[in-house]
């Protein structure tokens, strides 16, 4: 097994933008989609180097995205365990993955947000911003039946923030 960097790492992009799943049918199923391919295939090189499994890599056919798959029963539990621990402790590896998949930086208004339709997401953040002395905002949006929270910083702490996380996607790249 891999670093504890890249490990929790991954835990976070999974949770963000990927899928843990398994059925009699399909077995055991990572999945993580991306509208980057070149994203996508870092991550398949790095659950290869930190994990020994080389998922595929394909366009997905429905949406402009990319998508990450590996059927591996090891893999699922070790991602799954990594996912439980992260959670119980967060710190920068996985709060970047997090941040990675569902936080967008606004550079005109210098403000830093991450989504996350599960509050239970939402809380394991905003304690973490909290616990680095991170002032933050959260509240709820909704559009028709969707309902999601937001998590904001701004200015100051939004770069403060964003010089502290472990973020990998090419997307900050733009700052």
């Known amino acids: ?24 049918r399909r077995g055991y199923e990572i999945k993580i989609t991306d509208r980057y391919e070149q994203y ?3 991550l398949a090189d790095l659950i290869n180097k930190t994990y020994g499994v080389l998922p595929s890599v394909s366009k997905d056919p429905r949406r402009n995205a990319w998508r990450l798959r590996a059927y591996k029963k090891e893999l699922y539990l070790a991602i799954l365990q990594e996912i439980e621990q992260a959670k119980a402790e967060p710190d920068t590896h996985f709060v970047g993955g ?35 002395g991170i002032s933050h905002s959260v509240y709820q949006r909704s559009r028709g039946r969707y309902t999601w929270y937001v998590i904001e910083t701004h200015k100051r702490q939004a ?17």
């Open 1 to 24: 097994m891999g670093y504890v960097a890249d490990r929790r790492y991954i835990a976070g992009v999974v949770v963000g933008d990927g899928m843990l799943h398994h059925s009699k």
């Open 40 to 42: 996508v295939r870092y």
């Open 98 to 132: 997090l941040y990675d998949a569902e936080g967008y930086w606004n550079p005109k208004k210098r403000k830093l947000s991450f989504t996350n339709k599960d509050t239970a997401i939402i809380e394991i953040v905003s304690r973490y911003l909290s616990s680095l």
């Open 159 to 175: 770069e403060k923030l964003i010089s502290i996380l472990d973020l990998r996607h090419p997307k900050w790249g733009t700052r």
